[in-house]
């Protein structure tokens, strides 16, 4: 701008010119730094937020919304009385550790039978990951019921997950525009299944049982066999009748689709630790540590290296050497079939 004045004219730091020409240098030097910004929002692989669903919305990519977690609850009291639907249950709040009660609302009514027990499902009312608690976790019933003394989970409750992650929507982004579906070749089904809320991952199996047949495997959020409520949701959406095309799946297609087999992948080890350190710890880490590696795993690669567990064992800093490592009873990888998800089993450690 300076080079544009007239050479006559005194340019100096401070002189009139200068500081008439400053604010507006300013501001355009702003506008290139936001030009490049908006260019860098533009593309999926280097947007966020709201940019990058805009983005995977043009192609028909639409963010997976939170689901909430489901299961069943016993209810024990008097023989004969009715428990309706919406009820609601909880797990206690915990002043010392400040954690919050969830609450859950079962989804179908029931009536104690003669032993004065009924199993019914429950969904958790706030969606997300909180809402996954373990066998007992709840045992407060919120409403007041005549006849009922006493309420839990008899199983863990499943299938919670968190709004879709912008790393999440990505990936799904970047198969639908790489690997385009076509007519309901694997790449359709694949994305189709992710499609669903709760879905993470799936497999798929044609001719599995014959011409016209196809097989979709699906993981949940976290990488394990989800529950029947998003089998079922899937299953809708691809193919709610055998092929009648009335879903997503072509006409003449017959579509089954199911969990997950977990595959237990139990440890035994033992450990020569530090001084203070404490197996208990050492095990929350080497758990902690082996549940992220069985997660990268998860219907990309079937194989658990028997090396790569090892090497969780030397990464924790208490442990100092480690002998008798078997991973379910022998010292080999283990592979996972299509299909198949490799979890967390048993995990032994002594000193």
Same mark, same amino acid.
């Given at each position: ?22 604010? @507006?240098?300013?501001? +355009? ?58 009820? +609601? ?33 429950i969904k958790a009312i706030v969606p997300g990951t909180a809402g996954n608690v373990p066998i007992g976790a709840i045992s407060v019933l919120v409403n007041s019921l005549t006849g009922v003394t006493s309420v839990t989970n008899?199983a863990a409750t499943t299938g919670g997950a968190a709004e879709e992650s912008d790393e999440s929507l990505l990936a799904r982004f970047l198969i639908k525009v790489r690997q385009p579906g076509t007519s309901g070749n694997k ?6 299944? +992710? ?31 989800? =529950? ?6 899937v299953q809708n959406y691809i193919a709610p009748s055998a092929g009648q095309g009335e879903g997503k799946s072509p006409i003449g297609a017959n579509v089954t689709v199911v969990a997950a087999t977990e595959i237990p992948i ?30 990268? +795993? ?12 090892? @090497? ?11 002998? =008798? ?16 998800? @490799? ?9």
């Amino acid at each position: 701008m300076l080079d544009l004045v007239p050479s006559d004219v005194d340019k100096s730091e401070s002189s009139f010119i200068w500081d008439s020409l400053s604010p @507006a240098a300013f501001q +355009l030097y702003e506008a290139s730094i936001w030009a490049q910004e908006i260019l860098r929002r533009g593309f999926a692989e280097t947007t966020f937020g709201p940019y990058l669903r805009l983005r995977c919305e043009e192609h028909g990519v639409i963010p997976r919304v939170a689901v909430s977690a489901a299961g069943s609850i016993k209810i024990i009291g008097v023989v004969g009385t009715v428990i309706p639907i919406g009820v +609601l249950v909880a797990t206690p709040a915990d002043d010392i550790t400040a954690t919050s009660s969830i609450e859950y609302e079962t989804t179908a009514a029931a009536t104690l039978n003669s032993l004065g027990e009924a199993v019914i499902p429950i969904k958790a009312i706030v969606p997300g990951t909180a809402g996954n608690v373990p066998i007992g976790a709840i045992s407060v019933l919120v409403n007041s019921l005549t006849g009922v003394t006493s309420v839990t989970n008899t199983a863990a409750t499943t299938g919670g997950a968190a709004e879709e992650s912008d790393e999440s929507l990505l990936a799904r982004f970047l198969i639908k525009v790489r690997q385009p579906g076509t007519s309901g070749n694997k790449a359709d089904y694949m994305q189709w299944a +992710l499609d669903i809320p709760g879905v993470s991952r799936a497999q798929v199996k044609p001719l599995w049982s014959g011409p016209g047949t196809v097989k979709v495997y699906i993981l949940d959020a976290d990488k394990r066999a989800p =529950n029947p409520t998003i089998v079922a949701a899937v299953q809708n959406y691809i193919a709610p009748s055998a092929g009648q095309g009335e879903g997503k799946s072509p006409i003449g297609a017959n579509v089954t689709v199911v969990a997950a087999t977990e595959i237990p992948i139990n440890i035994s080890v033992t450990l020569t630790l530090a001084s203070g350190a404490t197996i208990g710890e050492v095990k929350a880490t080497f758990e902690a540590g082996l549940k992220t590696y069985l997660q990268q +795993l998860a219907f990309v690669d079937p194989l658990v290296r028997y090396t790569r567990i090892s @090497a969780i064992l030397l990464d924790i800093p208490p442990i100092i050497d480690f002998a =008798n490592l078997t991973v379910n009873g022998n010292e080999f990888n283990v592979e996972a079939l299509l299909g198949e998800v @490799a979890v967390i089993g048993t995990v032994t450690m002594s000193e």
